[in-house]
């Protein structure tokens, strides 16, 4: 059975920083690109980060270049998002995702396992 499972998030104020960690089971980590997507209240599910497996290629939304980090450790099977200098706007409800793509596209619908989310509030 596959499980992620989202932790770190919290109530931080602007111009903080947090790093949320999405533990994975169930699933050859190594084999699987991963992905961040947030849900920012009232609207849709958005792509944050991801990085691909096997070139461990990032890429990232292009409003959050330069904040936000996603890396992988394989030896723990995890993925991580580092996020830095946070706004009132980045508050949300962060999900971390895999699939086993070598390219997978930005596409929510395009990611097979979902985590349940963490909450991150950033006071102004």
């Known amino acids: 059975q596959v499980q992620l499972a989202e932790s770190g998030g919290g109530l931080v104020q602007a111009g903080g920083s947090l790093k949320l960690n999405c533990a994975t089971s169930?699933?050859?980590?190594?084999?699987?690109?991963m992905a961040w997507f947030r849900q920012l209240p009232g609207k849709d599910r958005e792509f944050v980060a991801m990085q691909t497996k096997g070139d461990e290629r990032t890429e990232y939304a292009d409003s959050l270049k330069g904040r936000f980090t996603i890396s992988r450790d394989s030896a723990k099977n995890a993925v991580y998002l580092q996020m830095n200098s946070l706004k009132p706007e980045d508050t949300a409800v962060y999900y971390c995702?895999?699939?086993?793509?070598?390219?997978?596209?930005?596409?929510?619908?395009?990611?097979?396992?979902w985590g349940q989310g963490t909450q991150v509030t950033v006071s102004s």
């Open positions: 995702a895999a699939e086993n793509s070598m390219w997978p596209s930005r596409a929510m619908y395009n990611w097979s396992y």
């Open positions: 169930g699933l050859p980590f190594s084999t699987y690109s």
